[in-house]
């Protein structure tokens, strides 16, 4: 399983783009990116899955270089309520009994 | 949009009684898993599961621990002989059969262990 490695915190304020970088030196051919959001008491919530290349659905942007040892989330125009964790991910989703392995996320806090 | 369901969503249980958390998976998925989350710590996995067997789990799933699908419908996860330091939020989550299929989590059960 490739291990990841995020930055433990960041601040940033209302309006403000945010760029999450996850680094994944050992990440196999067959592994997706997939990003999760947590907030206290809630279970992690899914944000965002790729590949290769950039991926963007209504909430964020995922952003993945030729060579897949890092990735980038990037959530445009933050607000108060996108305070929160944020893990990378890194696994092969297509196999039965993904053995999901959570790091220390980065804690994202949104100031007004 | 369909989610994945846990009951109760807290659990008070004296050390050494079993608890049994139950979970309702999205209604088209074929694999669960279980997690849990010590206050202040990060998920850490603890089983999936597969077509009505265990594909891996990790080394806190010992034999305290154990899982159910009794029916079409309900996923369970018994620990048995509750020690304090099970006290911590489980989490469920469920995933369909496709490749890139991400897992989707519920919402959790806290679990205090007096």
């Known amino acids: 399983l490739a291990k990841t490695t995020q930055p433990i915190s960041m601040d940033s304020y209302e309006g403000q783009e945010v760029n999450i970088t996850c680094s994944h030196n050992?990440?196999?051919?067959?592994?997706?990116i997939t990003w999760y959001q947590q907030f206290p008491s809630q279970g992690p919530r899914f944000i965002i899955q790729?590949?290769?290349t950039k991926v963007t659905n209504e909430v964020a942007s995922l952003f993945i270089p030729a060579d897949r040892k890092s990735s980038t989330l990037s959530l445009p125009r933050v607000s108060l309520s996108d305070t929160a964790v944020y893990y990378c991910?890194?696994?092969?989703?297509?196999?039965?009994?993904?053995?999901?392995?959570f790091g220390a996320g980065t804690r994202l806090f949104v100031k007004a | 949009e369909p989610e994945v369901t846990q009951t109760p969503s807290h659990q008070v249980t004296q050390m050494g009684q079993e608890v049994i958390l139950r979970c309702v998976p999205i209604?088209?998925?074929?694999?669960f898993y279980w997690y849990r989350q010590i206050l202040g710590q990060k998920v850490e996995f603890l089983v999936s599961f597969y077509n009505n067997e265990i594909s891996e789990k990790s080394e806190i799933f010992d034999d305290q621990f154990s899982v159910e699908r009794p029916d079409g419908s309900n996923f369970t996860l018994k620990i048995r002989s509750t020690k304090l330091e099970d006290s911590a939020m489980y989490f469920c989550?469920?995933?369909?059969?496709?490749?890139?299929?991400?897992?989707?989590f519920g919402d959790g059960t806290r679990l205090s262990i007096l």
């Open positions: 050992n990440i196999a051919t067959n592994d997706y």
């Open positions: 989550a469920s995933r369909g059969d496709y490749s890139n299929q991400p897992q989707h």
């Open positions: 991910l890194v696994g092969d989703v297509g196999t039965g009994g993904f053995k999901t392995i």
């Open positions: 790729g590949y290769k």
């Open positions: 209604s088209n998925h074929l694999y």
